[in-house]
């Protein structure tokens, strides 16, 4: 099929940009992928010209684009939800939304919500005692909360009450007796009175990678009986009073709705008893979970959700609202933790392909006189394929490709007729594939489309910027930042540079299946000047970046991936460039460089400077020994000194 015959509108539907990027990305008339920062309201940039625009300043990919006004639209829009939901059910309570760091701990990211928050009064959760001082420091004001989770000891605890002394709202958390007992014992020591929360476990688990984590068994919260003895240990203590806050929490990314109403139910009345217990309580925090639409289905796969934030927002008002008014107590200031929902859209990830290796048409060598019968069967079998036999025609092909591997184990075979039964092998698949293109729901073109999918070599590692891709399966929207306006005609998976077998993508979205193990992208183009090596087989490869330069952005990765990624070979933090739309286009505002290799071992405790000072020695042990030129060892340790402060990744 021509590859021109083809529209933007078709590539929109082919990566189901629509379902999962509205209203951020589209696709411009030239073919082009485009952010919009602020929605709706206008101005857009175009991302292939934003990347060639960030390689003249110096700047090699990886490159991580952040987008501030991304991040300021969906804090907006979730205070806007439950705005909407308060009006429709008359709700006497407010809504503080609060930001959990963990999701996110980028001193600009979190620099930028506290300020784009303070409209809505909008404030951070710190789950560690590391956390908690960037939500001390970054909360300026009165009105925002600072909820404070996780485990702590007597330091964290005192210096969150300490806190509040400085006009903050600061909210202890105590999700384990222990910690009650500590809290009380703190706060009597300090002579300072404390804002209490209590975590409970519900009886209602969560779903997907993280339903395990929640329910009766969850690692965190009092169960039923413990927070009842938890209000008794307050009372004892005369600090009931202290008790303002209950939090609940089933998990992130809860894909279907139904989940989410069945622990705000539980939750509303667990709240209403404790107010009969005594407590003035005032806050409910029902916590995380609100999810991202990964693949656009809107469904109850773990990779989507079958709501809306407006959805979420009209069912935690109303629930929390009937259970108050059936108990006749006063409604409390909602609270969310909805990091992944926030910070998702606002960033993504643009690499390049390095290389291919990919099986091509190649010529089988003519038959020789004596060739053995094997050889002859293979061939057989390659000249006979037709429509009517070619399912008949692969599994022979499969069966005595595997006979000429057990006869080459036992010297029956040559390695010149190993290597010709190969070539046969490849090109009868490749003549299947061809034969049956035009009937591609027959379940044999499917399996052959698999064995005969190119491997697209891409200059980053999955362990460091897509962490879930590889530990959890998470699906993450990945489409080329150009030539949208014609056909992808390839057919992918995704390797990348860390030398792991684990180190791929083969998973991406599909919306008529679960997901795909190939990604459809566009071939490769190669300049006049390209020098290709390939095998009998017909694997060819071109020697590296003799391409024209092919970009591809993995999306929805602002929430947990830069965190939670890794150093394994050694690849660092990538380039990270913050990007804020104005009037006349858009202005650079942070460039935050990726780790070089110097920087990267020295977290290993490597001596940047000692590694050189070592070169230098063996250098000139090997000039006495008169081994190497003055020269040639002048450019190993030249090379050797700038690899030092160079990116991690290729050139």
């Known amino acids: 099929m021509d590859a021109n015959s083809w529209n933007i509108d078709q590539s929109e539907e082919l ?42 300043r110096g700047l090699g990919l990886p490159i991580l684009l952040r987008f501030p006004d991304i991040l300021q639209d969906r804090i907006e829009r979730l205070n806007s939800a439950f705005a909407r939901a308060i009006a429709k059910y008359n709700y006497a309570g407010v809504y503080r939304g609060v930001f959990p760091i963990k999701v996110n701990q980028q001193r600009h990211l979190i620099e930028g919500l506290v300020d784009y928050g303070k409209p809505h009064n909008f404030g951070l959760e710190a789950g560690s005692k590391p956390e908690l001082l960037i939500a001390l420091s970054a909360i300026d004001s009165r009105e925002p909360l600072i909820i404070c989770n996780g485990y702590k000891d007597h330091d964290y605890m005192e210096t969150a009450i300490l806190a509040s002394r400085l006009g903050k709202q600061v909210i202890l958390v105590l999700e384990q007796l222990d910690e009650v007992c500590l809290a009380v014992k703190t706060a009597k020591e300090l002579g300072i009175p404390p804002t209490f929360g209590f975590r409970v476990k519900l009886s209602q688990k969560g779903q997907g990678h993280w339903g395990n984590s929640t329910g009766e068994r969850a690692k965190f919260g009092l169960s039923i009986g413990d927070l009842v003895q938890a209000v008794q240990i307050l009372k004892q203590n005369q600090m009931l009073d202290s008790l303002r806050l209950l939090h609940f929490h089933i998990g992130s990314q809860i894909s279907s709705i139904s989940v989410i109403k069945g622990a705000l139910r539980e939750a509303g009345r667990l709240y209403t008893e404790l107010i009969k217990m005594g407590a003035p309580m005032g806050y409910l925090d029902v916590g995380g979970g609100l999810a991202v639409d990964y693949d656009g289905s809107k469904s109850n796969f773990y990779a989507s959700k ?14 929390i609202h009937d259970a108050c008014h059936l108990a006749q107590v006063a409604p409390p200031t909602l609270i969310s933790e909805s990091g992944r929902a926030l910070a998702s859209h606002q960033s993504l990830l643009v690499f390049d392909i390095l290389g291919q290796s990919k099986v091509e048409e190649a010529p089988i060598p ?35 490709r595997e006979e000429a591997i057990s006869a080459f184990q036992l010297g029956i075979l040559s390695l010149e007729e190993r290597a010709l039964a190969d070539t046969i092998y490849w090109q009868t698949c490749l003549k299947l594939h061809h034969l049956l293109g035009p009937h591609a729901e027959n379940d044999d073109y499917e399996t052959l489309d698999k064995l005969l999918a190119t491997t ?28 949208l306006d014609t056909r992808p005609t390839e057919k992918v998976t995704l390797a990348d540079l860390t030398c792991d077998s684990d180190g791929k993508i083969d998973k991406f979205i599909d919306l008529k299946e679960d997901n795909s193990p190939l990604l459809q992208v566009h071939p490769l183009e190669y300049g006049p000047q390209t020098h290709f090596y390939t095998s009998n087989q017909g694997f060819k490869t071109a020697e590296r970046l003799s391409h024209r330069p092919y970009y591809l952005g993995i999306f929805l990765l602002g929430a947990y991936q830069e965190t939670m990624g890794n150093l394994h070979n050694l690849f660092g933090d990538t380039n990270a460039v913050h990007i804020k739309l104005t ?9 935050v460089r990726g780790d070089t290799m110097g920087k990267v071992l020295s977290y290993f405790q490597y001596n940047p400077e000692d590694l050189l000072e070592r070169m230098r020695q063996q250098c ?32």
């Open 366 to 400: 003519p038959a020789q006189e004596g060739e053995s019968h094997l050889i002859a069967t293979l061939r057989e079998i390659y000249e006979g394929v037709t429509l009517g036999n070619a399912q008949e025609s692969f599994h022979d092909i499969v069966q005595y």
């Open 306 to 319: 079958n709501y809306n934030m407006q959805n979420y927002a009209n069912d935690v008002v109303a629930e």
């Open 15 to 56: 990566y189901a940009l629509k379902r999962w990027g509205t209203p951020y990305f589209s696709i411009n008339s030239q073919g082009h992928l485009t952010v919009s920062p602020q929605g709706e309201r206008g101005g857009t940039i175009d991302l292939y010209q934003l990347i060639q625009a960030l390689k003249g």
């Open 620 to 651: 000139e042990e090997a000039l006495t020994n008169q081994d190497i030129t003055l020269e040639m060892s002048q450019k190993l340790l030249n090379n050797f000194s700038h690899s030092l402060n160079s990116y991690t990744y290729l050139s």
């Open 456 to 483: 697209y070599y891409i200059n980053l590692s999955v362990f460091q910027s897509a962490p879930d891709s590889w530990a959890l399966d998470q699906l993450f929207p990945i489409v080329p930042l150009h030539r």
């Open 583 to 591: 009037p006349h286009g858009y202005q650079i505002q942070h460039v």
